[in-house]
């Protein structure tokens, strides 16, 4: 069974500055799909980035990349230049193949600083 | 386009009654999944569907629940006789093949 662990349960960030939020997963499969997700007040989980285990290159979507270490088994997110859009709860989520189920992390509660 | 529509979007009812959750997926998308949040255990798959068919309902809380999809534009999730404890947002989410999930607003679910 996969595991996904978000061991920071809250960061916080000065509007315009950069944070990174971490992930760590524990699986056998040699290919998955890794995912982070927001999810704002309004209660939607939005896609934030995706990335595929056999690609080496990380993920970059604007202002939002990840740090993909396949042998450590961690990905984390990097959020530039922080916007007041940016609160939210940010999940990291793995997947055996990008259509199958998701097993989610506990989230991290980002807060952003004028 | 139209995204994954749940409804209803809240719903309070009292121990005991039967509560049904409804989802119309992405069209053309050929998985369905439900899942679970609460503040106790996060984010959890209770069954996904895929062409139709139920692939893991192992998440699935106990006999009081149930899914069903009768066809691919549909799926229903419900609880009968509900309990306080199944209280949660509930997310319904579709995908394409090695396609990352869409996921619906939830159902905010109160048992009184």
């Known amino acids: 069974a996969q595991t996904v662990t978000q061991s920071q349960p809250e960061m916080s960030v000065q509007e315009a500055e950069t944070v990174t939020l971490s992930c760590t997963y524990d699986t056998s499969e040699s290919d998955y799909y890794l995912f982070w997700y927001k999810q704002p007040p309004s209660r939607q989980m939005i896609l934030v980035i995706r990335q595929e285990a056999y690609k080496q290159q990380n993920a970059t979507e604007n202002r939002f990349s990840v740090n993909f270490q396949k042998a450590a088994k961690s990905f984390s997110l990097k959020i530039s230049d922080s916007q007041l859009g940016d609160a939210a709860m940010y999940f990291c989520a793995f997947s055996p193949l990008a259509g199958e189920k998701l097993t989610f992390g506990t989230g991290t509660r980002l807060t952003i600083i004028p | 386009d139209a995204g994954v529509i749940q409804s209803p979007r809240h719903e309070v009812t009292e121990m005991g009654q039967e509560v049904t959750l409804r989802c119309k997926p992405i069209?053309?998308?050929?998985?369905l999944f439900w899942y679970r949040q609460t503040m106790m255990r996060g984010l959890e798959l209770l069954i996904y569907?895929?062409?139709?068919?139920?692939?893991?309902d192992s998440g699935m809380p106990e006999d009081r629940f149930s899914a069903k999809m009768p066809n691919a534009s549909f799926s229903t999730l419900k609880i009968q006789p509900s309990e306080p404890r199944d209280s949660a947002v509930y997310f319904c989410?579709?995908?394409?093949?090695?396609?990352?999930?869409?996921f619906g607003d939830g159902t905010r679910l109160s048992i009184l």
């Open positions: 069209s053309g998308h050929n998985s």
């Open positions: 569907f895929n062409n139709n068919v139920p692939i893991d």
């Open positions: 989410a579709s995908s394409l093949t090695n396609q990352p999930q869409h």
